[in-house]
């Protein structure tokens, strides 16, 4: 089985800048994003996941290479590199540059700052040597530059290729000789038009392509990342106003020369900059007025007074309450008031600034409007029909054998959000307030979460929702916790199976432990399966209860980055108010039976119906690579269970158990990697 590579991966582990890590992801979502999901990865994950068969493109940017070294040397490049050879693809911008040099050389001489050695991965056979201009000192713009860089066209044929343009430049180097490598695979993208400061040999190189093995690098000295608008010039430091102006008059060559430079890696790029669009307005509903009602009364302890509006501050959210009973709903911008003078400063970098940069949401306050009286109409959320979803949801609930129905029957809505799972698992004082059942959904995510520290921007057309379980103490034994993320891949494939009559053959299956997988409709085989879905499970111990919130996220009719529900040909196009009643009131049913009866044998056989692992021979290389064939999954804890193999794979007897938070699976390549 194959799998699409569909992950730009942003290296942010150590080595790395936080300025330079969050210009990557800014620059490279708007460029790639929806086709690929741009997220951060770390050297941990580099040295023990397999990242490998799903990465389109792994980028190193600014930052020291020694830090990159002191992670990686050994097993970490190794990888990268054999990821690489055979057919991935590497960025370097400026020390991920250096670092995928042959030899470093910066600032030879210098005995505070002198960095000379080889390195390991070697992508340019030559030698990067900086500074190319003097006056670099670290974690400061002292020696930042808007450098001007001639561009080599023929080696960018596609795409609208500037002649010159000026790039940020802070301490990169000059790719030594790069023209005597032609023979060896490299070709000069980019040469710098100043005079350096140090020698370059033949040429003056500033970007190269660097054919390696079956894949491809691009190290550039300069940072074609950095969006002017995200440069603060009010920094200071002499002259660095006036650089940013410059850059500014040559930000759109800025663009073209990047946009150039992923199209000769083979990407798939956006013909216009993709925007991230600006947090809307949050609405709390129910199906029932008077639940709302009571979500509002059990926050009122937290509710604060600020020039006559109320307000809740919790530990990651400002929310700004207005409730229906006082505005009218032919106006509500204008029964909106503004925001008050002690809120306005972290507001006004959002809403009084149009510009594209940039933006730390938790910083800007989030608007809830609260509908104590009926659900919004659909003028107000016109990407998702209130009334619909709490009409399909009351109807799965009437044939439901579920007698107490919770889930989904009150909704917190908004068009932008940043994160669902984050407004609700981060501000844990409204979370403890929170009853069973209440669900947050979202048409777009700015800042949506994976497993670790991925954020990513979550398109139109993904099912995005999270919902809270207090799960007591008391069932624990029985029901352990564990099993909710179980419990959750199956209420979204039974949710799709059952959502009408004729959908029960739509192929959607489990990848153990909570992945949602489908066939790929490009594949007449049937044998590639793609990743539309996945679920994220956070759990705190709160007094006699464990307070989950789950959070799924579903392609359902947006094609890109692999593949959605409506490209499986089902009957009729998935409705998202539709599917989210359904997959929600099956989870209720699910949950219901879960809790009185724990994960037995009716979830077993649920399970192993719909995963695709029955029988499946993998590599347990955190057992020096012995082979063993998959079992199923332990019914106390929800371990995988496997056999190991012996000679012409006959059983030995000797069965193994595995945790899903402690073991990687990469179920393409048939490895398990235990994570030390």
């Known amino acids: 089985m194959a799998t699409k590579r569909m992950n730009i991966l942003v290296y942010s582990g150590n080595g790395s800048t936080i300025e ?31 990242w490998t068969a799903s990465c389109a493109l792994l980028v190193f940017p600014g930052g020291a290479d020694l830090g990159y070294c002191r992670t990686l040397n050994g097993e970490g490049n190794r990888r990268i590199s054999q990821y690489v050879e055979r057919g991935g693809l590497y960025v370097g911008l400026c020390a991920g540059g250096y670092y995928a040099s042959r030899r470093c050389e910066f600032e030879v001489g210098n005995q505070k700052m002198e960095v000379v050695g080889n390195r390991e991965l070697a992508f340019f056979p030559g030698t990067c040597r900086g500074c190319a201009f003097p006056g670099f000192v670290y974690h400061s713009e002292a020696g930042t530059r808007a450098t001007q860089l001639r561009i080599t066209k023929e080696s960018l044929a596609k795409g609208s290729i500037p002649d010159l343009f000026r790039s940020y430049y802070n301490g990169g180097g000059v790719f030594v000789d790069a023209p005597k490598f032609k023979d060896r695979g490299v070709e000069v993208l980019a040469s710098f038009t100043d005079k350096l400061a140090v020698d370059p040999g033949e040429g003056s ?27 603060d010039q009010n920094i200071e430091e002499p002259g660095f106003a006036k650089i940013v102006e410059a850059l500014k008059e040559d930000d759109q060559q800025r663009r073209d020369f990047f946009k150039a430079c ?20 949050l609405h709390l509903s129910s199906a029932d007025a008077s639940d709302t009602l009571h979500i509002v009364e059990a926050l009122e302890d937290l509710i604060s007074m600020q020039d006559g509006q109320e307000y809740i501050n919790d530990e990651n959210d400002v929310f700004h309450l207005q409730r229906s009973s006082k505005w009218s709903l032919t106006s509500i911008a204008d029964a909106l008031p503004s925001i008050p003078n002690s809120l306005l400063d972290n507001q006004e970098a959002h809403e009084n600034d149009n510009q594209d940069k940039i933006i730390d949401y938790n910083k800007i306050v989030k608007r809830l409007l609260i ?52 407004m609700l698992e981060k501000n844990t004082h409204i979370l403890r307030r929170l009853p069973t059942g ?17 954020v990513w921007v979550s398109p139109a057309g993904s099912l995005m929702y999270s919902t809270v379980i207090r799960h007591p103490m008391s069932l624990t034994t029985q029901a352990p916790v564990v099993f909710l993320q179980y419990l959750a891949a199956l209420a979204v494939v039974e949710g799709i199976k059952t959502y009408d009559h004729g959908y029960q053959c739509v192929p959607v299956r489990l990848k153990w432990p909570n992945d949602i997988f489908a066939a790929d409709p490009a594949d007449i085989t049937g044998k590639t399966f793609v990743k539309i ?17 789950i959070g799924v996220g579903l392609n359902t009719t947006n094609a890109a980055p692999t593949t959605s529900l409506n490209a499986l040909n089902p009957p009729a196009p998935f409705a998202l108010e539709k599917l989210l009643a359904r997959i929600l009131t099956c989870f209720s049913t699910l949950y219901h039976r879960f809790s009185q009866a724990g994960f037995d044998q009716y979830f077993e056989d649920l399970y192993y119906k719909h995963w695709l692992h029955t029988d499946q021979v993998v590599t347990l290389e955190a057992e020096g690579g012995i082979r063993a064939r998959i079992r199923g ?9 496997a056999e190991e193999l012996g000679w012409e794979d006959r059983a030995t007897g000797r069965l193994l158990t595995l945790q899903s938070d402690s073991n990687s699976f990469d179920f393409f390549k048939g490895l398990i990697k235990r994570k030390v």
């Open 633 to 641: 999954i332990t019914s106390d804890w929800g371990l995988l269970k």
């Open 20 to 50: 330079s890590v969050r210009h990557c992801l800014y620059s490279l979502r708007r460029l790639l994003s929806p086709s690929y999901a741009v997220i951060t990865v770390s050297g941990d994950a580099i040295i023990k996941e397999p």
């Open 371 to 422: 509908h104590d009286q009926q659900p919004p109409e659909s003028k107000e959320t016109p990407y998702f029909n209130h009334h619909a979803y709490y009409a399909n949801l009351k109807h799965y609930e009437s044939q439901s054998h579920n007698t107490d129905p919770t889930f989904g029957r009150s909704l917190l809505y908004g068009e932008v959000v940043t994160s669902t799972n984050t």
């Open 262 to 281: 992923l199209l000769k890696l083979g990407l798939q790029v956006n013909q216009d900059q993709i925007a991230v669009p600006s947090l809307s307005r």
């Open 533 to 549: 879905g996945g679920i994220l499970v956070n759990s705190h111990y709160s007094t006699s209860e464990y307070l989950s919130v």
């Open 438 to 454: 209440f669900t947050a959904t979202a048409t777009v995510q700015v800042a949506g979460r994976g497993r670790g520290t991925n």
């Open 205 to 231: 190189a500033s970007a190269v392509y660097c054919k390696v093995g079956e894949g491809a690098a691009i190290l550039t000295s300069t940072h074609p990342e950095f969006a002017p608008v995200n440069l």
